[in-house]
C-alpha cells in the first residue's frame, strides 16, 4: 500500500461558482469546467491563500487518500465522496483530518483567521436544487423589470432586476444565488465567467406562483457583469447558471428567530427572507430583526418600502455613515446600542444569525458580538462554532 496523502477538495454542494479561489490561487492549482470548480492535486502546495476568500466554506474540505482523486474525477461529482476506508482499526494507518501534520495544523488555523468558516444548512431548511444549469447549459431569462433603487444623485446606481425563466423551471430558495454571463470576451480572449448575485425574492417568486425571480444589483464603476446587468432593457435575453449554494438558507420553522445584519446589497436575500415571512405569517409575529447600513438614506436599497413593514413583522435598525453635521455609524455600533436585545438571542436555541455584505464590516461585527456575548457571560468564539455547527450562524461577505 502506498503511503496515505492529503489532498484538498471543494464541496460542490456548497460551492456557489463565484470563482474567487481560482482568480486567488498563486499557482493556478484551482480549475473549473462547465459544472465544477476543482483542486489540482498535482499543483495545489497548501498555501491556503484560497482559504479565507471563499464565501461559503466550501473550499475548506480535506482528504487522506492512497490515490488522488484527479481533475476529471472531480469534475463529475455532485457531492463530495466519503474519507476512503484503509482497514480495519488497529492497521496502523490514521485516516483522520488530525491526522495532518502540523504544519498543516498551523497553515488552516492561520488560513482560518479572517474566514467566515463552514457552515451548514438549517435542520428544517427545504432541500434547494443546485447547479441545474451550468456555464455550458445555461437558462436563458427575459428581463421583466429594471428599477433604480437608489435616488437620483446618491453615491451608488442600485437596480432591482426581475427575470423571467418562462418555460425553464428554475426553482430557488431564500438565501440562494445565480450566476449571470455577461456577453463578450475577458482581455484573454476567453468568454467572461459568470458573476454571482443574491437572489432577493422567495421561492414562489417575485410574482407570487410566476416562474421569475428578482435581483439586488449595485453598478460597480469597472464592473463587466454589473454594469451589463444594470444597463438592461425590458425584453433583454440574458444567459443564466445556477441556482447555487445549499448553506445560507432560511428556516422552514415560522417560530425561528432571525437576527440579519448587512449591508449594500447584502440586503437581498433578507429581503428575500421577509417576504417569506410576509406571505406565510398569517397574522403571525415575524421574528425577524434587521440590521441594515448604509451611507445615506438615498444610497440605501428599498429604504422606501422597508419603512412600510411592520415592526411587528421586522425590527428595523437602519444605520448610516455619511449624514451631514451626524456622526458616523456603523452596524456594529447599533449592535452594541441594542445589546439586551442581540445578548437575549445569542442565548435563544432557536436564533439564527445571517451576516451578509462586504467582508470590511466582518471583523467589526465580530468584535461587536464578542463584547455582547461577554456582558452575558457567554464566550463568543464557543457560542459562534455552537450555532454555526447547528446550522443557526452563517457568512456571506465579498
Request: charged content about 25%; glycine content about 8%; hydrophobic content about 35%.
Amino acid at each position: 500500500m502506498s503511503q496515505p496523502q492529503k489532498q484538498h477538495l471543494i464541496d460542490p454542494e456548497i460551492c456557489i461558482r463565484c470563482y474567487t479561489c481560482e482568480m486567488t490561487c498563486p499557482v493556478e492549482a484551482i480549475v473549473h469546467d462547465d459544472s465544477n470548480v476543482v483542486v489540482d492535486f498535482d499543483k495545489c502546495n497548501f498555501c491556503m491563500d484560497c482559504i479565507p476568500v471563499c464565501p461559503t466554506g466550501s473550499i475548506d474540505e480535506w482528504r487522506v487518500v492512497e490515490t488522488p482523486y484527479s481533475v476529471e474525477d472531480q469534475f463529475s461529482w455532485m457531492e463530495l465522496p466519503e474519507q476512503q476506508d484503509f482497514g480495519p482499526a488497529g492497521s496502523g494507518v490514521d485516516t483522520s483530518i488530525e491526522a495532518l501534520d502540523e504544519q498543516m495544523a498551523a497553515l488552516l488555523a492561520e488560513a482560518h483567521s479572517g474566514a467566515g468558516g463552514k457552515s451548514k444548512a438549517p435542520a428544517s431548511a427545504s432541500k434547494p436544487s443546485v447547479n441545474l444549469y451550468t456555464i455550458g447549459k445555461p437558462a436563458e431569462a427575459t428581463v421583466q423589470g429594471n428599477y433604480q433603487l437608489t435616488a437620483e444623485g446618491a453615491d451608488s446606481d442600485v437596480r432591482h432586476i426581475i427575470l423571467d425563466f418562462d418555460g425553464h423551471p428554475f426553482p430557488v430558495l431564500e438565501g440562494q444565488s445565480i450566476g449571470i454571463i455577461p456577453p463578450g470576451t475577458d482581455d484573454n480572449g476567453k468568454p467572461h465567467l459568470p458573476r454571482l448575485y443574491s437572489v432577493s425574492s422567495p421561492r414562489d417568486g417575485e410574482r407570487p406562483n410566476y416562474n421569475n425571480l428578482s435581483l439586488t444589483v449595485k453598478r460597480e464603476p469597472n464592473g463587466v457583469c454589473s454594469n451589463y446587468v444594470c444597463d438592461l432593457k425590458v425584453g433583454d435575453k440574458v444567459q443564466v447558471t445556477g441556482p447555487f449554494g445549499a448553506t445560507f438558507l432560511m428556516p422552514d420553522d415560522p417560530d425561528a428567530k432571525l437576527l440579519m445584519i448587512c449591508t449594500g446589497t447584502g440586503s437581498a436575500p433578507f429581503r428575500a427572507f421577509t417576504m417569506r415571512r410576509q406571505r406565510n405569517a398569517a397574522g403571525r409575529s415575524g421574528g425577524m430583526t434587521l440590521f441594515f447600513g448604509a451611507r445615506t438614506p438615498q444610497s440605501l436599497p428599498y429604504f422606501g418600502p422597508l419603512k412600510k413593514v411592520p415592526e411587528t413583522m421586522l425590527r428595523k435598525h437602519l444605520v448610516f455613515s455619511r449624514i451631514e453635521g451626524e456622526p458616523k455609524q456603523y452596524v456594529q455600533d447599533k449592535l452594541r446600542e441594542e445589546a439586551a436585545t442581540v445578548g437575549d438571542l445569542l442565548k435563544d436555541p432557536n436564533a439564527y444569525i445571517y451576516i451578509c455584505g462586504l467582508r470590511s464590516m466582518e471583523e467589526g461585527v465580530e468584535s461587536a458580538f464578542a463584547d455582547i456575548a461577554r456582558r452575558n457571560g457567554l464566550n463568543w468564539t464557543d457560542v459562534r462554532n455552537g450555532m454555526r455547527e447547528e446550522g443557526r450562524y452563517h457568512v456571506e461577505t465579498y
